[in-house]
């Protein structure tokens, strides 16, 4: 029998750990696109409707629909583009990046418990792992 791909061994761990974070129930209970576009909006700044639609992979009405009501939530807003008069930019708004941090925090207090559920061991492995798991994400680049 031949020995399962890496890839093949880590796909099934990191979905289940997605799912559950998915399924976790933030402070806010703000929905996965919604805290995905907010996190692309905190790292890159404002960015064109149509662009963001495409790096999240939805389509431009659903982006549209979903930018329309963060906006009445206050989280996001649309400001013009300075290199076009024409255009418009979506970018968050202080109330967006706080509820990226509250998310952010009740995220990372569930999984410590998780953590506290495992032995020693375990934690320092999954620890010392983290430095090749980053490098691995941010490989992702090339895709």
Known sequence: METPSRGSQLLPVLGQLV??????EG????SPVALSVLRRL?????????????????????MTQLVG??????????????????????????????LVERTHAHYAATIDKL????DKPDRDAIVQA????????ESTHRF
């Open 115 to 118: 953590f506290d559920d495992l």
């Open 130 to 137: 983290l430095p090749a798991l980053t490098r691995l994400a």
């Open 69 to 98: 009501r963060m906006e009445k939530a206050g989280l996001v807003k649309r400001v013009p583009d300075p290199t076009d008069g024409r255009g418009v930019l979506v970018e968050t708004t202080t109330a967006g990046r706080d």
């Open 42 to 62: 905190g790292r890159e700044g404002p960015i064109r409707l149509t662009d963001l639609a495409r790096q999240e992979r939805a389509s431009q009405p659903g």
């Open 19 to 24: 799912r559950f974070l998915r399924q976790l």
């Open 27 to 30: 402070p806010d209970n703000p």
